[in-house]
């Protein structure tokens, strides 16, 4: 990389996080699918409990439909995960004078560019409380501020304030929100 270029990655949806939920109701599924055919089998296939005491209708039916609500809600979290959803780069190039922000979507990939002079701030914003944000955006001429950091836990506060700095200063422009 030159010094007129700026490339920032993007973490997306591959975190820690989101592979223990995913972990978590697999197994819960599969815990589930076990109970309700113990109950209809009459058998204890789980190694703990006895689901082989329960009513078929309506309990082990409705351990059933958990275990399909559940096994769907895994498969999409682990098409999230496996398609990395959110991930992608930021670049300012100053050369070609163009911002590009790309980012990974469901289906296909995310994609938006625009003229480095339509950049007028770099702003940094910090909301705590229950639905805590901190982000860095850009503020953008005739347009809506496009966020550039990722989405779910917040970013601890120095490091916020030294991405948004460090971009602020490389662009020329101000920083704003702190």
Request: aromatic share 8%.
């Amino acid at each position: 990389m030159s010094a007129a270029v700026l490339e920032q990655s993007v973490l997306g949806s591959r975190r820690l996080s989101n592979f223990l939920v995913a972990a978590a109701v697999s197994v819960g599924g599969v815990g589930f699918l076990l109970a309700s055919l113990s109950s209809y089998l009459g058998q204890d296939l789980l190694p703990f409990g006895h689901p082989a005491a329960l009513i078929f209708v309506p309990q082990g039916l409705v351990m059933g439909l958990y275990s399909i609500a559940a096994a769907l809600l895994a498969s999409y979290l682990w098409y999230v995960i496996a398609v990395d959803v959110g991930s992608g780069s930021n670049r300012f190039d100053k050369e070609s004078g163009v911002v590009v922000i790309s980012r990974r979507g469901f289906r296909r990939p995310v994609c938006v560019e625009f003229p480095l002079k339509d950049v007028k701030a770099v702003k940094v914003e910090v909301r705590d409380g229950f639905n805590a944000r901190r982000r860095v955006s850009l503020r953008l001429q005739g347009r809506r501020d496009l966020p550039l950091t990722r989405v779910g836990e917040p970013l601890p506060l120095a490091q916020l304030e030294q991405e948004g700095a460090e971009l602020a200063r490389f662009l020329g422009v101000n920083l704003e929100g702190l």
